[in-house]
């Protein structure tokens, strides 16, 4: 999106450094993520920067409102809420498409917004081995706040283990050595010293919870929480003891309770230049005429799970439980990323992190998705090339 960057990087592209850059993030961890990784990163100029910040400052307005809370109670299910909320959320993550607005400069307009943890560590790794592999101009950077790489990572570590021993710290997940983004958690490990477990490996005495590094016996005090409860209540095979309702004896980094308040249930709330006009279908007293220009989300799912993209309204007509859904406009993303062929869209997501309720989140990184495909996301474009996950390069 800056022309000059963009057309030096593709003139000086070639398979073989793309080939070189990918086997070096393998041979990090002895991993290859199992999505995909684009061949470029995004350049970003100042003004859709600045837009981009905007958009997220607005948003960032109804969260900090005092009856944010009492207005998102009703997004956590029946059964799954969690105690010892915490009243903000440590993660927070913006999904922005980009596009094209009616005087043809770039807009960003909000996809969704997430209470929960993105690749914060992998993202960083990701950021360095463009640097190491391609052209990046010094005057560019993956990350905001005048943060550097060493100190973003002390704010990763403030956030998740604070002043507690890494020993008793875990980041908890659904069998976290099958997840697509394992390559984060080991990438955690590196960076803060803490164990990736399975719930399952979580022992539990009255309200304690511990679990074992060999024969060492460990308490957990923190829990860097990665389970996403869509993934988790189906998996009536797995045999545990931890529960999360339990009202276990420990801290939340990620309270799961905010997985649900921000979320797709967020959507109807903002007004903003930079959201699309959201509603909850029950809410709807008519259905538009122009259907066409909308898409129906699930309020519970992950991933573009249940999304209906071309829509008509015998498709609404047949959803038992409109309550959990909502109708958006669409975003008509634009193909403002050049590539050797057609051009690929572009989403954005910025990422946060969030201290201390009396202050604002901190915005720190940011995840790029490239896709030629009607869906953005890394599972939809397998057969397509500058597509997948990435990072962007932000003027300074």
Same mark, same amino acid.
């Given at each position: 999106?800056?022309?000059?960057?963009?057309?030096?990087?593709?003139?000086?592209?070639?398979?073989?450094?793309y080939?070189?850059?990918?086997?070096?993030?393998?041979?990090?961890?002895?991993?290859? &993520?199992?999505?995909r990784?684009?061949?470029? &990163?995004i350049?970003?100029?100042?003004?859709?920067?600045?837009?981009? %910040?905007?958009?997220?400052e607005?948003?960032?307005?109804v969260?900090?409102?005092?009856?944010?809370?009492?207005n998102?109670?009703?997004?956590?299910p029946?059964?799954?809420?969690?105690?010892?909320?915490?009243?903000?959320?440590?993660?927070?993550q913006?999904?922005?498409?980009?596009?094209?607005?009616?005087?043809?400069?770039?807009?960003?307009?909000?996809?969704?917004?997430q209470?929960?943890?993105?690749?914060?560590?992998?993202?960083n790794?990701?950021?360095?081995?463009?640097?190491?592999f391609?052209?990046?101009?010094?005057?560019?950077?993956?990350?905001?706040?005048?943060?550097t790489?060493?100190?973003?990572?002390?704010?990763?570590?403030?956030v998740?283990?604070?002043d507690?021993?890494?020993?008793?710290?875990?980041?908890?997940?659904?069998?976290?050595?099958?997840?697509?983004?394992v390559?984060?958690f080991?990438?955690?490990?590196?960076?803060?010293?803490?164990?990736?477990?399975?719930v399952?490996?979580?022992?539990?005495?009255?309200?304690?919870?511990?679990?074992?590094?060999?024969?060492?016996?460990?308490?957990?005090?923190?829990?860097?929480?990665?389970v996403?409860?869509?993934?988790?209540?189906?998996?009536?095979?797995?045999?545990?003891?931890?529960?999360?309702?339990?009202?276990?004896?420990?801290?939340?980094?990620?309270?799961?309770?905010?997985?649900?308040?921000?979320?797709?249930?967020?959507?109807?709330?903002?007004?903003?230049?930079?959201? &699309?006009e959201?509603?909850?279908?029950?809410?709807?007293?008519?259905? &538009?005429?122009?259907?066409?220009?909308?898409?129906?989300?699930?309020?519970?799912?992950f991933?573009?799970?249940?999304?209906?993209?071309?829509?008509?309204?015998?498709? %609404?007509?047949?959803?038992?439980?409109?309550?959990?859904? %909502?109708l958006?406009?669409?975003?008509?993303?634009?193909?403002?990323?050049e590539?050797?062929?057609?051009?690929?869209k572009?989403? %954005?997501?910025?990422?946060?992190?969030?201290?201390?309720?009396n202050?604002?989140?901190?915005?720190?990184?940011n995840?790029?998705?490239?896709?030629?495909?009607?869906?953005?996301g890394?599972?939809?474009?397998?057969?397509?090339d500058?597509?997948?996950?990435?990072?962007?390069f932000?003027?300074?």
């Amino acid at each position: 999106m800056i022309p000059e960057l963009r057309e030096r990087y593709n003139k000086a592209f070639t398979e073989e450094v793309y080939n070189e850059f990918k086997y070096a993030i393998e041979k990090k961890y002895d991993h290859l &993520p199992v999505f995909r990784i684009a061949e470029t &990163p995004i350049f970003i100029p100042n003004d859709l920067k600045e837009k981009i %910040i905007q958009a997220a400052e607005d948003i960032i307005d109804v969260v900090v409102e005092p009856d944010f809370m009492q207005n998102s109670a009703s997004a956590i299910p029946d059964g799954l809420k969690v105690p010892q909320e915490s009243d903000f959320t440590n993660f927070l993550q913006m999904d922005f498409g980009i596009c094209i607005d009616e005087h043809g400069e770039y807009t960003p307009q909000l996809i969704e917004a997430q209470g929960f943890p993105s690749l914060y560590f992998f993202q960083n790794l990701l950021a360095t081995k463009y640097r190491k592999f391609f052209d990046i101009p010094d005057n560019l950077t993956h990350l905001f706040n005048g943060l550097t790489p060493e100190t973003y990572i002390q704010k990763l570590r403030d956030v998740i283990i604070g002043d507690a021993d890494p020993e008793t710290t875990v980041l908890l997940e659904v069998e976290p050595d099958k997840q697509a983004t394992v390559i984060d958690f080991y990438a955690t490990k590196e960076a803060l010293g803490i164990e990736s477990l399975c719930v399952t490996d979580l022992k539990v005495e009255g309200k304690d919870v511990y679990y074992y590094k060999g024969k060492k016996k460990i308490k957990v005090e923190r829990i860097f929480n990665r389970v996403i409860f869509d993934e988790l209540v189906p998996r009536t095979d797995l045999k545990r003891e931890f529960r999360f309702n339990m009202g276990a004896n420990v801290h939340w980094v990620g309270h799961p309770n905010w997985f649900f308040r921000l979320s797709k249930y967020t959507l109807p709330f903002l007004k903003s230049p930079y959201v &699309p006009e959201s509603h909850f279908l029950h809410e709807l007293d008519t259905i &538009p005429s122009d259907l066409d220009n909308y898409v129906l989300k699930p309020l519970y799912s992950f991933a573009g799970s249940g999304v209906i993209i071309n829509l008509n309204r015998f498709d %609404i007509e047949a959803i038992p439980d409109p309550e959990n859904y %909502i109708l958006q406009r669409k975003v008509e993303y634009a193909p403002v990323i050049e590539t050797p062929n057609v051009g690929s869209k572009c989403e %954005i997501r910025v990422m946060f992190l969030w201290e201390n309720r009396n202050e604002r989140p901190l915005l720190v990184n940011n995840l790029v998705r490239l896709s030629k495909g009607k869906m953005v996301g890394v599972k939809y474009n397998k057969d397509k090339d500058w597509v997948g996950g990435s990072v962007g390069f932000f003027e300074k």
